[in-house]
């Protein structure tokens, strides 16, 4: 079994998911519009329970390569969004996913610190050399959560995914450990800085 650590930033912290966490996780992923720009539909009730309990089964896969995680507020446990990270299969590269917060989240405004977190982790103890991340190009609002993470324009790919029922283009940005690690905060490169291995039980 690996589980991530807890992984404290300036004004949100990440955490693995829990099975109390179901009811936030269906609220956003059943939600019309925070599911309006991610790359698969909104869910009915039944889909998001079968996809939180896949989240809750990453830690038990090995290698394991998705790490989808709450995202809590200072000094709350409440889970109030989430993030993913994908580990590609191939060299040391991984893609930031899923970046999701509700309405009502006092963390909201920050949400590039929870990719920063994530980055730090991949670029530190995963030991990841790349790690990209995208959003629909109709998408504007996101370029700027993109760039306060620290990652850079890269390219648009034609017809990327489909959603409500048509094609969407996507803006990929990317960000390389060396470039990246200049730009981390002490909250980041203390996660940087933890052992170069997974945390096992």
Do not use: K
Not at 45 to 74: K, N, V
Not at 98 to 109: F, H, K
């Amino acid at each position: 079994m690996t589980h991530l650590p807890e992984l404290h930033g300036e004004h949100l912290w990440l955490r693995e998911p829990r099975a109390t966490d179901l009811t936030a996780f269906e609220r956003i992923y059943t939600h019309r519009i925070l599911t309006r720009y991610l790359g698969i539909d909104r869910m009915d009730a039944r889909q998001a329970q079968d996809a939180f309990a896949q989240c809750l089964a990453q830690p038990y896969t090995h290698p394991r390569r998705r790490h989808t995680l709450a995202i809590c507020a200072p000094g709350d446990d409440t889970m109030v969004g989430t993030m993913g990270l994908l580990v590609e299969d191939y060299g040391r590269n991984a893609m930031l996913t899923g970046l999701v917060l509700l309405p009502d989240a006092p963390v909201r405004g920050h949400g590039h610190e929870a990719g920063r977190l994530l980055m730090a982790y991949g670029f530190g103890p995963l030991g990841l050399h790349r790690i990209w991340a995208g959003h629909r190009a109709d998408h504007t609002r996101m370029r700027d959560v993109m760039l306060a993470a620290g990652l850079r324009p890269e390219a648009t790919l034609r017809e990327l995914f489909h959603t409500q029922g048509r094609w969407h283009d996507v803006t990929t940005y990317s960000a390389v450990a060396p470039e990246w690690r200049h730009s981390a905060t002490h909250a980041e490169q203390a996660v940087l800085a933890a052992a170069h291995s997974l945390q096992s039980s």
